[in-house]
Each structure stands twice: as C-alpha cells, then as structure tokens.
C-alpha cells in the first residue's frame, strides 16, 4: 500500500526541485537552510523551504503543494514537518512575510499557517512593484557635506559603525544585510554625513530582479536628505547595470520609507502596490508543537 511520506531534501533530490522556485534553489544544501518535501509511493508532491537568521529564528521562503494533491491536508503536513525540523534544530521562531499577490490560493495558504499554529496575519509593510525602465530618474545632488558609497566601496570605519549598531540589537531587522539571500554590493549603498554614517539601502538580488530589502535612516538624520541621495544612487547605478524591463519591487521597510519612496519616485498607477502581511510561530518548548 502508498504511504505518504516526509523527507529532508537536499540538492541531490531532483525530483522536488519542481517545487522550488529558481531562485531559491541555491539554498538546498547550505548551512541554515532547512527544506522538507512529501512523497506518495514514489512521487514527489510538495515541498517546503526554511532559511536561519542571525537570531536563531527561520525565515519560512516557501510552500508549495502539487496541485494534483491539494485540498486533502498536506499543506499542513509539509509545514509542521517543516516546523519538527527546526524545533529539533533549537529554532525559537518561524516568521511568514508574505503578500497577496505572492499566494497562489490566498485563502489555502492562509489556513495552512493557522492550522500549523501561525499567529494571525498583520499588515507589516507595503510593497511595491515596477519596472526598471518606468522609474524616472531622480534629479539629485547631494550636498557637500554628504558622500554615499557602494557597498562595495563603502570606508571600514563606516562599515564598523554599521556592524555595531547590528550587533547592539538597536535595528530593525529589514536593516540587516545578513537577512539577504543575494546582495547587491553595486546596488545597494551607505551614506555619511561628515563622516558619520547616516543611512543604508540594501538591494538584494531575486533571480533577474532587484528587491529593495530595506532602507533605513537613523534618526538623527531624518528629514534630511539621506534617503534621496541613496535612491538617486542606486537607480544611476542599476541603470548603468540593467535592462528596462528589470522588474524591481520593495518590500519589509517602514511606512515612512515606503511614503518616501512613492513620492520621489513618483511611481503613481504604474506601480503594483499592496499590503504585506506577517505571520510568525513561536515555539514554546517540549510538546508545542
């Protein structure tokens, strides 16, 4: 008789990478990347990926089930295997950031998290989409007492000073370059103001797209011009590196850096917006699951 089975997958189990998408493949295998998939006899019917912060929670990237499969329960199945999986890797928490346009089924997925034992979705940030070529240029010189880098160029001083704000647990976690799959060093940027860091943009790289993963200003710095000067530096530079057609999206920033965003790039109904939502589980010790 078929059973119904569940397995930890790596890169060598070919026949679940139908169910991961493409840029999210090159995490089977790596440290901190945990994915399970289902199997029915010999076929594959599903997969899910989870990936580690730097706090020792997880990032759950994906779930898909075949659609051949769907509606019996094993969704659910395939996410609390996910979740026994990281309990027994001492996770405290497993945190879903999502949009609507982002599910397949909305309500399917949505039913799964709660079933798994999610909290209830809440509004997080507001994402946006556009593409590359529909974002017009942002006239803007910075003035002479500020200088925005590169990541790639950026001074050790100021790169110190970034990493020890992270390590103070003083900052959102959408300003943390380590909860990037890809970065960017080209596209994303740091500023200083006389020599002091003021802010960041971190791109990250999401197969042929650009995702603006997190802007942030500190505080003393806002209402300045911090984040202009790293908007106008980032679209010369994806110009210069990119197709129009490049899709480009931001997710996981404040409602202040989004607001910004929408005026200066003055997208208006070329951009697809919506609201993302945010999940998380929260392991509670021996039997919670």
Same mark, same amino acid.
Request: charged share 25%; with cysteine.
């Given at each position: 008789?078929e059973? /119904? ?12 990478a139908? $169910? !991961?998408p493409?840029?999210? *493949?090159?995490?089977?295998?790596? &440290? ?6 289902a ?9 899910a ?12 990237? $994906? ?14 199945? /395939?996410?609390?295997g ?11 928490? %497993?945190?879903a950031?999502?949009?609507?346009g ?5 309500r399917?997925?949505?039913?799964i /998290? ?6 209830a ?5 507001? *994402?946006?989409?556009? *593409?590359l070529?529909? !974002? ?7 003035p002479?007492?500020? %200088? %925005? $880098? ?11 000073? $970034? =990493?020890? @704000? ?13 909860? @990037? ?16 860091? +003021?802010?960041?943009?971190?791109? &990250? ?9 997190? @802007? ?8 300045? =011009? ?8 980032? !679209? ?7 197709p129009p ?5 931001? +997710?996981? !920033?404040?409602?202040?850096?989004? +607001?910004?965003?929408?005026k ?5 109904d ?8 945010? +999940? ?8 919670? /699951?």
């Amino acid at each position: 008789m078929e059973q /119904l089975r569940l397995l930890r997958v790596g890169p060598e189990e070919k026949t679940f990478a139908q $169910y !991961i998408p493409g840029s999210f *493949r090159p995490l089977l295998g790596q &440290d901190g990347a945990v994915c399970v998939g289902a199997g029915y006899g010999t076929a594959a019917c599903g997969a899910a990926l989870a990936q580690r912060d730097r706090r020792n929670g997880y990032d759950l990237r $994906y779930i898909f089930v075949d659609p051949a499969a769907r509606l019996c329960g094993l969704g659910t199945y /395939l996410l609390r295997g996910l979740l026994g999986e990281l309990r027994a890797l001492g996770a405290r928490q %497993v945190r879903a950031v999502y949009s609507p346009g982002m599910l397949e089924d909305g309500r399917q997925t949505l039913s799964i /998290l709660e079933r798994a034992g999610f909290t209830a979705p809440k509004p997080a940030a507001t *994402r946006f989409s556009a *593409r590359l070529g529909d !974002i017009p240029d942002l006239q803007f010189a910075p003035p002479p007492e500020m %200088v %925005v $880098y590169s990541a790639q160029d950026t001074p050790e001083a100021v790169q110190d000073a $970034y =990493w020890a @704000l992270l390590d103070a647990e003083e900052l959102p976690e959408f300003a943390d370059v380590e909860d @990037l799959e890809r970065p960017w060093g080209e596209l994303s940027g740091f500023c200083t103001v006389r020599g002091a860091l +003021s802010g960041w943009l971190l791109i &990250d790289r999401r197969g042929e797209g650009c995702h603006v993963a997190g @802007l942030y200003v500190l505080p003393e710095y806002r209402g300045g =011009w911090t984040a202009a000067a790293l908007i106008a530096r980032s !679209i010369r530079a994806a110009r210069q590196l990119l197709p129009p057609e490049t899709q480009v999206w931001a +997710s996981a !920033i404040d409602r202040n850096a989004f +607001s910004l965003c929408d005026k200066l790039l003055r997208l208006g109904d070329r951009a697809a917006k919506e609201t993302e939502l945010y +999940s998380v589980y929260r392991f509670q010790g021996e039997g919670g /699951l």
